[in-house]
């Protein structure tokens, strides 16, 4: 039995946040139904390139597989009747509208609870439900922005970025997804429903951890230190002769060994490198060393020579390689989808492994209100005659 299989969702999000979190909990067996706007559904539909070769947007492709679709007009009093219905047998309704739009809908927390009392609203909103930004519009750029973690990636000296991958989203869906988990769990104890009020800018805020603790500790700003840290050296990438790895020496065990491998013994005995503390203190001298040493020799003959003595490290490797690496491979994190005209598409696995599974099973997405009918015929029970009249009338796609 998968983790959340019984639970009913109804996804009201469009975008990546909303759907990316939704579909985790889709993976692990919930039943997903994606409403959309009948004009167009979710916008991510159409974004690209790239896209297959029908058109079909590669993006939309990577965040809603496991998903039906149901096109509902909820902005029609019709519309919300429906929808009302698909409430009242509902677990959890799950949105990313900006604040107050559930209201303008007719489909705020309170109108939710008074059709289902064990109903969860997961609200996810780039700044949250109350404050002075509530009503600002912002995606992933802004919230890496706001956050502070632009403020931190980067080489010292240049212009901030933004983390390669879309973080401001994804921890969106990520707490969401837990936060969805825990008002089930109490639920099951208590009977009542919730609503979790999720801000994006309050998740980037909460990834800061150590790097805040550190401000208040001794009322430094910190800055960008490229793929360095600040506490411990040397952690960092390096050059080599044809490429590029990492090393991390988090412990001062590694220290001796490290030496040994870049041939260097004498820097364990100086002064200024003894501890991590006396590396930390004097960066800016051992760094250069280390860079210029690595300069000699291959990526693989250092991950070999390092490996040997059990010093952290690894390449750093494309997105082509890592999708072709064995571990991954073995860990199911390179999945099937069978899609009705692509035929078999790759896919990535899900993270969660439950009781030895390895496994995804992978449908694609759905196309914009392929499951109208059987939702509304067997879900709600409603006869031929209605849903070809909520059709006719534009209610429902």
Same mark, same amino acid.
């Given at each position: 039995?998968k983790?959340? /299989?019984? %639970?009913? %969702?109804?996804?009201?999000?469009?975008?990546?946040?909303?759907?990316?979190?939704?579909?985790?909990?889709?993976?692990?067996?919930?039943?997903?139904?994606?409403? /959309?706007?009948?004009?167009?559904?979710?916008?991510?539909? %159409?974004?690209?390139?790239?896209?297959?070769?029908?058109?079909?947007s590669?993006?939309?492709?990577?965040?809603?597989?496991?998903?039906k679709?149901?096109?509902?007009?909820?902005?029609?009093d019709?519309?919300?009747?429906?929808?009302?219905?698909?409430?009242?047998?509902?677990?959890?309704?799950?949105?990313?509208? +900006?604040? *107050?739009?559930? /209201? +303008?809908?007719?489909?705020?927390?309170?109108?939710l609870?008074?059709? =289902?009392?064990?109903?969860?609203?997961?609200?996810?909103?780039? !700044?949250?439900?109350?404050?002075?930004? $509530?009503?600002?519009?912002?995606?992933?750029?802004?919230?890496?922005?706001?956050?502070?973690a632009? #403020?931190i990636?980067g080489?010292? *000296?240049?212009l901030?970025?933004?983390?390669?991958?879309?973080? *401001?989203?994804?921890t969106?869906?990520?707490?969401?997804?837990?936060?969805v988990?825990?008002?089930?769990?109490?639920? /099951?104890?208590?009977?009542?429903? @919730?609503?979790?009020?999720? #801000?994006?800018?309050?998740?980037?805020?909460?990834?800061?951890?150590?790097?805040a603790? !550190?401000?208040?500790? =001794?009322?430094?700003?910190?800055?960008?230190?490229?793929?360095?840290?600040?506490?411990?050296?040397?952690?960092?990438?390096?050059?080599?002769?044809d490429?590029?790895?990492?090393?991390?020496?988090?412990?001062?065990?590694?220290?001796s060994?490290?030496? +040994?491998?870049?041939?260097?013994?004498?820097w364990?005995?100086?002064? $200024?490198f003894?501890? =991590?503390?006396d590396?930390?203190? =004097?960066?800016?001298?051992?760094?250069?060393l280390?860079?210029?040493?690595? &300069?000699? &020799?291959?990526?693989?003959?250092?991950?070999?020579r390092?490996?040997?003595?059990?010093?952290?490290?690894?390449?750093i $490797?494309?997105?082509?390689?890592?999708l072709?690496?064995?571990?991954?491979?073995?860990?199911?994190?390179? @999945?099937?989808m069978?899609?009705?005209v692509?035929g078999?598409?790759?896919a990535?696995?899900t993270?969660?492994?439950?009781?030895?599974?390895? *496994?995804?099973?992978?449908?694609?997405?759905p196309?914009?209100?392929?499951?109208?009918?059987?939702?509304?015929?067997?879900?709600?029970?409603?006869?031929?005659?209605?849903?070809?009249e909520? +059709?006719?009338?534009?209610?429902?796609?």
């Amino acid at each position: 039995m998968k983790l959340f /299989e019984g %639970v009913r %969702v109804l996804d009201l999000s469009r975008m990546l946040a909303g759907p990316y979190g939704s579909m985790l909990l889709a993976d692990m067996g919930a039943e997903v139904i994606k409403i /959309e706007d009948p004009d167009g559904g979710d916008p991510m539909r %159409v974004m690209g390139p790239p896209f297959l070769a029908d058109g079909e947007s590669a993006y939309f492709l990577a965040i809603n597989r496991n998903k039906k679709s149901v096109a509902l007009d909820l902005a029609r009093d019709a519309g919300r009747a429906v929808f009302y219905d698909l409430v009242r047998r509902a677990d959890i309704v799950w949105e990313n509208f +900006r604040p *107050g739009v559930m /209201e +303008r809908l007719g489909c705020a927390y309170s109108k939710l609870w008074s059709l =289902n009392q064990r109903v969860i609203l997961c609200s996810i909103s780039a !700044y949250g439900q109350e404050g002075p930004y $509530r009503d600002w519009p912002a995606f992933d750029l802004a919230l890496q922005a706001m956050g502070g973690a632009m #403020s931190i990636t980067g080489e010292p *000296g240049r212009l901030p970025v933004r983390m390669g991958l879309p973080m *401001g989203d994804l921890t969106g869906g990520i707490f969401g997804a837990f936060a969805v988990a825990g008002a089930l769990f109490r639920r /099951e104890r208590t009977g009542e429903g @919730a609503h979790i009020d999720l #801000s994006l800018l309050d998740c980037q805020v909460s990834l800061l951890t150590y790097v805040a603790q !550190y401000f208040w500790t =001794n009322g430094r700003v910190p800055g960008p230190l490229g793929s360095g840290h600040a506490s411990v050296v040397p952690y960092q990438a390096l050059a080599t002769r044809d490429g590029h790895l990492i090393v991390a020496v988090f412990a001062e065990k590694f220290w001796s060994g490290f030496c +040994r491998v870049v041939e260097h013994p004498e820097w364990e005995r100086d002064l $200024r490198f003894t501890t =991590n503390r006396d590396r930390v203190a =004097n960066r800016d001298v051992l760094v250069p060393l280390v860079e210029a040493a690595f &300069r000699r &020799r291959t990526t693989d003959d250092w991950l070999g020579r390092l490996q040997a003595e059990g010093v952290p490290c690894a390449p750093i $490797r494309s997105v082509d390689r890592v999708l072709a690496d064995p571990q991954v491979r073995q860990r199911g994190m390179v @999945a099937e989808m069978a899609h009705p005209v692509h035929g078999k598409l790759p896919a990535l696995g899900t993270p969660v492994k439950v009781d030895g599974a390895m *496994g995804l099973e992978a449908a694609p997405p759905p196309r914009l209100g392929e499951h109208t009918d059987l939702v509304l015929g067997k879900l709600l029970d409603y006869g031929v005659a209605r849903i070809a009249e909520l +059709r006719a009338t534009g209610v429902v796609l």
